[in-house]
Structures are given as structure tokens and as C-alpha cells.
């Protein structure tokens, strides 16, 4: 049975095949069914790793936000992908950290680089980019040179070799 079967075999409501040009098998589902089609893959369908987390900025086609899985299975030797469009406002999804704990990471980093929210993720915070950052990079409307990169580094930069002497201090 292929990845595809198994998937169909669920009976996720509004599920959708996609032709990907990559021949990955995708489906895409809405939001309503994304945690239902989660919790299969993780079950019945026996996908047991997610190789990746992800996002999407569409701008300024909405809805705007896209979410993207892609999951492993080494038992049946296949992979899937599945595709949910999100909110333009509010870019929210359901956590598969409590399925997949590894993917704990592949969401923070989706969270800080698109401003993809993840609904009951444990420890959904900044990533790559320093906690206050009110932007993410790779929206569309980040400008292509950064906002006072210069600037901001070197904030950065000075607070870090403060904590580092904090540190050195407190261990002498």
C-alpha cells in the first residue's frame, strides 16, 4: 500500500491530492482537518519521523500562509507531504510536537523566521533571531537588507559580552 492509500484510507474530510513536479506525494488539507490527519499519519499510516516544518508566505495572494510537513516513514520506505493553507492575520496551526517530539525545533524555527503560531507548543519561542525581534525574515515584506542590521548586531553583540563577563566574573 502506498503513502497515498494509507492516507486516503483515514477519511480526512476535504483532503486533496497534489501533483508536486518533484513527484513527492502531497495532499493538502484545511485547518479544520489538519490535527485529525496528523494524529493518523503518526497512528494508522506509521510515519514516524518529520523531516521537515515549515512555511510559506503567498503575499499578496490569500490566504496568505501556508504550512508544510513532510514525514518519514522507514517502515514502509516512503515520505508524504502535506500542505494546509493558514490565516492571513493570525497564522496559527496545530503542534505535532506530542506526536513527534523532534519537531519541537522545526517549529520554533518556523515560528521565528514566518510567524507561524503552533497551538499548544510547550516552549514556542525565538529561535535564530533574539526574543523582542518584532519581525520575521522571511515574510515578504522584510526588506532584502534587514531593519538597521548594523545597529541591532552590534545591541546584540554588546549584550552578549556582558553576559559572558557576568558569567567569568561569578566563577572566580
Known amino acids: 500500500m502506498t503513502a497515498l492509500e494509507r492516507v486516503k484510507a483515514l477519511g480526512v474530510e476535504g483532503l486533496e491530492v497534489l501533483n508536486e513536479r518533484d513527484g513527492l506525494p502531497t495532499v493538502r488539507v484545511p485547518l479544520t482537518s489538519l490535527r485529525g490527519l496528523l494524529e493518523g499519519l503518526a497512528g494508522a499510516c506509521g510515519f514516524e519521523c518529520p523531516t521537515l516544518v515549515t512555511g510559506m508566505d503567498h503575499h499578496p495572494r490569500s490566504p496568505r500562509f501556508e504550512g508544510i510537513w513532510q514525514f518519514l516513514s522507514m517502515a514502509h520506505k516512503d515520505r508524504i507531504r502535506v500542505r494546509c493553507m493558514l490565516d492571513d492575520s493570525e497564522p496559527t496551526a496545530p503542534t505535532c510536537t506530542d506526536l513527534w517530539p523532534g519537531a519541537a525545533y522545526m517549529e520554533r524555527e518556523c515560528y521565528d523566521m514566518f510567524g507561524i503560531r503552533f497551538e499548544d507548543h510547550e516552549n514556542l519561542r525565538r529561535l535564530l533571531m533574539p526574543e523582542g525581534y518584532g519581525h520575521f525574515p ?21 549584550k552578549r559580552l556582558e553576559r559572558a563577563r557576568a558569567a567569568e566574573e561569578t566563577q572566580r
Not at 138 to 158: T, V
Open 138 to 158: 522571511l515574510r515578504k515584506e522584510f526588506p532584502h537588507q534587514g531593519i538597521e542590521p548594523d545597529r541591532l548586531y552590534r545591541e546584540w553583540e554588546r
